[in-house]
């Protein structure tokens, strides 16, 4: 079984920036890639960002030069560098591992208000 825990969610204003990390009790090699996805009230979870294993990314439109997701494979870490935050970014964040089978974290609470 795969643990990842992700951390680095808080309130932060409009405009601001939040780092969040996602730490997985294996080897990131083991996992086809390793994705962040988000959640808000009464909306269904949407990818945000993904990193492959040969660390090709892609992002939502939504967060594209905003948003950078990395990775730190000593660590067994991935990090989701989020700019410049609106109200909109306001939502639970969950770090996915791909298989398969598919991992999740347990979500962290982002909310961007002033």
């Known amino acids: 079984q795969v643990q990842l825990v992700e951390s680095g969610g808080g309130l932060v204003q409009p405009g601001g920036s939040l780092r969040l990390s996602c730490a997985a009790s294996?080897?990131?090699?083991?996992?086809?890639?390793m994705g962040w996805y988000r959640q808000a009230p009464g909306k269904q979870r949407e990818l945000v960002a993904i990193?492959?294993?040969?660390?090709?990314?892609d992002y939502a439109d939504s967060v594209k030069g905003r948003f950078f997701i990395s990775r730190d494979t000593t660590k067994n870490t991935v990090y989701l560098q989020m700019n410049s935050l609106k109200p909109e970014d306001t939502a639970v964040y969950y770090c996915?591992?791909?298989?398969?089978?598919?991992?999740w974290g347990q979500g962290t609470q982002v909310t961007v208000s002033s």
């Open positions: 990193i492959t294993s040969i660390s090709t990314t």
């Open positions: 996915k591992a791909g298989g398969p089978p598919d991992y």
């Open positions: 294996r080897s990131l090699f083991s996992f086809s890639a």
